[in-house]
């Protein structure tokens, strides 16, 4: 049996610790490390980390939406940006809100909406019309 110092002992700990914690190159990486990855912050972002969630391949969901996978990615990169209807599709596809992939057009659709709702209030209040 072959004797191993103490020292050497925790040399071979330490190394195996600092390797441990080391991500591998060759290590699948996990979802929770891809969405760690993902910025949210714009609806590309948003687009990527709804995809993530929910286990669904650039390609699958490219031909569930009747684009072409580049057109995805240019969506996800932000390249490209998805009209309305296409976030109502990928909002349906991945089974999440609208909002949750671009909150900012769902502000501002509400914004306008409530800024017709006064001013058309304060057209009939003040009396201006006739029919």
Known sequence: MVEISEER???????????KNKKSYYRPITKEEKLEKVDTS?????????????????????????????????????????????????????????????PWTIEKIEEVNEKANTNTNEFYESGEFSF
């Open 9 to 19: 002992l925790e040399e071979l700990e330490n190394i195996e610790e600092k390797y």
């Open 42 to 102: 714009n609806v590309g972002g948003k687009i990527r980390y709804q995809k993530i969630q929910k286990d669904i391949t650039s390609t699958k969901l490219s031909k569930l939406l009747g684009i072409s996978r580049t057109t995805l990615l240019g969506y996800e990169n932000g390249a490209r940006k998805p009209d309305m209807e296409k976030k109502i599709k990928i909002a349906e596809i991945l089974q999440v809100k609208v909002k949750d992939i671009d």
